[in-house]
């Protein structure tokens, strides 16, 4: 069982930037892929990016792909999401989301395919 806390949403303006943190309670979260969602008032939760093991292996969402960036810290049981040339539709909680198992890009783009989520963060983008 893996706890994942979010942190580092707000309130931004337009063509500001965020990064999104996600703490992980279980080491080593490195046993772990690892994937930021999102979802907006009245809109199912969407895919945003995900990352394999040790980084090696990334995917975004159309809406994202130039914009943010995912990284992760197994030493600090950390997983990140830069994101620059922030846009109101952008706006929306954040939920960082944890697997043990990968799969092809299909696959780790499905809410579906995660067992573990975070409460999610908050975020606004004002135009």
């Known amino acids: 069982q893996v706890q994942l806390r979010e942190s580092g949403g707000g309130l931004v303006q337009a063509g500001g930037s965020l990064r999104l943190s996600c703490t992980a309670s279980t080491r080593p979260s490195r046993n772990y892929i690892m994937a930021w969602f999102r979802q907006a008032p009245g809109k199912d939760r969407e895919f945003v990016s995900t990352?394999?093991?040790?980084?090696?292996?990334?995917y975004y969402a159309d809406s994202v792909r130039g914009r943010c960036t995912i990284s992760r810290d197994d030493d600090k049981n950390t997983l990140y999401l830069q994101m620059n040339s922030l846009k109101p539709e952008d706006s929306a909680v954040y939920y960082c989301?944890?697997?043990?198992?990968?799969?092809?890009?299909?696959?780790?783009?499905?809410?579906?395919?995660?067992?573990?989520w975070g409460q999610g963060t908050q975020v606004t983008v004002s135009s």
């Open positions: 990352i394999k093991w040790r980084g090696d292996t990334t």
């Open positions: 989301a944890a697997d043990l198992v990968w799969g092809d890009s299909d696959v780790v783009r499905q809410e579906r395919h995660y067992d573990y």
